[in-house]
């Protein structure tokens, strides 16, 4: 935990962006800066939540125990807010995140948070506008995993996670193959053999954890054909 000084946050939301400097004194005595490691659970499963969580620095991933297994949600860009389904609509988290990256966290607390969107509506509606863009990504994603073939999910998400996470064509690759094939719907066995036949074909390259992106067009034709 560390003090910070929120209206000088270089990394602001677009909601928060809004705010007044009375509100950014308000929000600073009721939020807390946490730093996590790569690994470290942000939050658990079941556990009581009293904040909202925005993601500062950093990437997560968003996680959700079923019966037989865990299953990956979504993979969480900073910056950006994380938690606020469960602030309006239960009181336990219905998943947990975890850091995949050294993240830092800002936790605030969840009645500032609604007497904020009470009485701001230009933050309120900053936090719609993201929270559609989350959910719309999400619908497409569930689509598409019931209707392309591993292969295309695969190259789906590789061509995700460089575009909307990284910005990059060559990024570390956050995930192990078994949260891979989690977030795909597969098995590990299935990704180790097709991530090899994209590095077979050049199409990939892995040097260590860092991924390069070779081919796009083969990789953007495998991910439409499915």
Do not use: W
Request: glycine share 4%.
């Amino acid at each position: 935990m560390e003090n910070h000084k929120c209206i000088d946050c270089e990394f602001k939301s677009s909601a928060s962006k809004i705010l007044s400097s009375e509100e950014f004194d308000i929000l600073e005595k009721n939020s807390a800066l946490v730093f996590f490691k790569k690994g470290d659970i942000i939050f658990k499963q079941g556990a009581l939540s009293t904040n909202v969580a925005y993601l500062r620095t950093g990437i997560v991933k968003i996680h959700k125990r079923g019966v037989s297994h865990e299953k990956i949600l979504r993979i969480a860009k900073s910056p950006s807010y994380f938690g606020i389904p469960t602030t309006f609509g239960d009181k336990i988290n219905q998943y947990a995140a975890t850091a995949l990256e050294d993240s830092s966290v800002c936790f605030i607390d969840s009645n500032l948070f609604r007497n904020f969107i009470f009485k701001n509506g230009k933050f309120a509606y900053e936090l719609i506008v993201e929270l559609c863009e989350n959910e719309l990504n999400d619908y497409e994603r569930y689509a598409n995993q019931s209707q392309k073939q591993v292969p295309g999910l695969v190259a789906e998400t590789l061509l995700c996670i460089a575009d909307k996470i990284f910005n990059s064509s060559r990024f570390n690759f956050p995930l192990s193959q078994s949260e891979l094939a989690d977030l795909v719907g597969t098995s590990r066995e299935s990704i180790s053999r097709i991530l090899s036949d994209f590095s077979a074909n050049k199409i990939i390259a892995f040097n260590g954890k860092e991924l390069n992106i070779l081919k796009r067009d083969v990789l953007e034709h495998i991910s439409e054909k499915g």
